[in-house]
């Protein structure tokens, strides 16, 4: 069965510091990786997906992201934090069937 | 978020009556989802519509029943729900049901059952 885990509740940065929020999975098959972010009172917005080729996927707002074969990882990073980015942030999975499977969410604090 | 709308935005309701929530989406996309998010739990899948078919039904409760009139409209009837069932429900859509088509979602229905 697919899963998601994202190890931390919440992330605290510094402003113009390098971020990471982490994320590991479980699949059967080929796994296909997304990022989600949502602020307060919103749905949830694409950042970037990995299906296949460089394991370096570059998204929406300066975010990227490392996929990691042999470590089952896919780490969202952004070079330079802004106050703007803090959010929910969540990590989904799925494999060949219909069901997306989604972490439960890390709350990333970027601190002016 | 834009391109897939909601409507209500929030909603209370007792439980023993009935509503609907209505999602629409002007993308073009050919399927449909429905998602619960509840406090300190991860999203949880309820239905998928893909060409106004359900292909997906995760183990949800009959007191939630989905419609899929056309491609660009979503319904999720509600009745004699429970308190439990508060949260926010959340619809999406994407191009396919494929699994590399990403999934666009609207800004949500926030639920609660009195």
């Known amino acids: 069965a697919q899963s998601v885990a994202q190890p931390e509740d919440q992330v605290n940065v510094a402003e113009g510091n390098p971020l990471t929020v982490k994320c590991t999975y479980s699949?059967?098959?080929?796994?296909?990786l997304f990022w989600y972010v949502q602020y307060p009172n919103r749905g949830l917005q694409f950042l970037l997906k990995?299906?296949?080729?460089?394991?370096l996927v570059k998204g929406s707002y300066g975010f990227e992201a490392e996929f990691n074969k042999s470590q089952t990882s896919f780490h969202l990073k952004k070079p330079s934090a802004l106050v703007s980015d803090s959010a929910l942030y969540f990590c989904?999975?799925?494999?060949?069937?219909?069901?997306?499977?989604f972490g439960a969410g890390t709350r990333l604090f970027v601190k002016a | 978020e834009t391109g897939v709308t909601q409507t209500p935005r929030h909603l209370v309701m007792g439980m023993t009556n009935k509503k609907s929530l209505k999602c629409e989406q002007h993308l073009g996309h050919n399927a449909m989802y429905w998602y619960k998010q509840s406090a300190k739990k991860p999203l949880e899948l309820m239905f998928v519509y893909s060409l106004e078919e359900r292909v997906e039904n995760n183990s949800v409760p009959s007191r939630f029943s989905p419609e899929c009139p056309n491609s660009s409209h979503l319904f999720l009837h509600l009745h004699t729900l429970q308190p439990e069932d508060s949260a926010l429900y959340l619809c999406a859509s994407s191009q396919s049901a494929s699994p590399t088509d990403t999934q666009y979602f609207g800004p949500g229905t926030r639920l609660t059952v009195l």
């Open positions: 990995y299906i296949t080729g460089d394991n």
């Open positions: 699949v059967s098959g080929n796994p296909y």
């Open positions: 989904a999975v799925r494999d060949v069937g219909f069901k997306t499977i």
